[in-house]
C-alpha cells in the first residue's frame, strides 16, 4: 500500500527518485515494473504493472461505441507507459507524461492506495487548497454512508 504525500524532484532528463520507503514494497509487488499514465485531473499515474494490466483490461472491456469510454480509453491506454525503477532507486518519467501533467522540477508523489499520483508542485497546492475550501451540502454518496472514520 502507498500512503503519503511526499515533495519529490525531477532532474533534467525527467527522472524521478522513488522515496525510499515505497522502494521495497515496489521491488516485492511488482520487480520494479510500474506503468504511468494520465488522469483527467492533469496529474500522472503510477501503477504496479500487475494492478494497471487489470485496470487495463476492464477498460479496454469498455463499449467502444460508447464516446465517453472511448475518450477514457484514449487517455488513459494511449498514455501508458512502462516504467522500470533503475539501480538508483529512479523512473523515468516521459516527455508526453511530463507535459500533460506540466511537471517541471518540483513535484508531489501522493500515495493511493494502489498507486500513486504526481502532481505539478503549484497545481497540487492550488487543488488541495480548492478542495478544502469547498463549500459542500453535507451530503455524502451512498456509498460513503456507512463509512465511519
Known amino acids: 500500500m502507498f500512503r503519503g504525500a511526499t515533495k519529490v524532484t525531477l532532474d533534467a532528463k525527467g527522472r524521478l527518485a522513488i522515496p525510499t520507503r515505497y522502494r521495497e514494497r515496489i521491488a516485492a509487488r511488482c520487480d520494479g515494473q510500474l506503468v504511468a499514465t494520465v488522469d483527467r485531473d492533469h496529474c500522472v499515474l503510477i501503477y504496479p504493472l500487475q494492478d494497471w494490466e487489470d485496470i487495463e483490461r476492464k477498460l479496454m472491456r469498455l463499449p467502444s461505441l460508447n464516446e465517453k469510454a472511448r475518450r477514457l480509453q484514449r487517455l488513459m491506454v494511449g498514455y501508458a507507459t512502462e516504467l522500470e525503477l533503475d ?63
Open 87 to 149: 539501480g538508483s532507486g529512479r523512473i523515468l518519467v516521459s516527455r508526453e507524461l511530463r507535459d500533460f501533467a506540466s511537471l517541471e522540477r518540483t513535484a508531489m508523489l501522493i500515495g493511493q492506495g494502489n498507486k500513486f499520483e504526481l502532481w505539478d508542485e503549484a497545481t497540487w497546492n492550488e487543488k488541495r487548497d480548492e478542495w478544502l475550501r469547498e463549500d459542500d451540502d453535507g451530503v455524502l454518496p451512498a456509498e460513503l454512508e456507512s463509512l465511519s472514520l
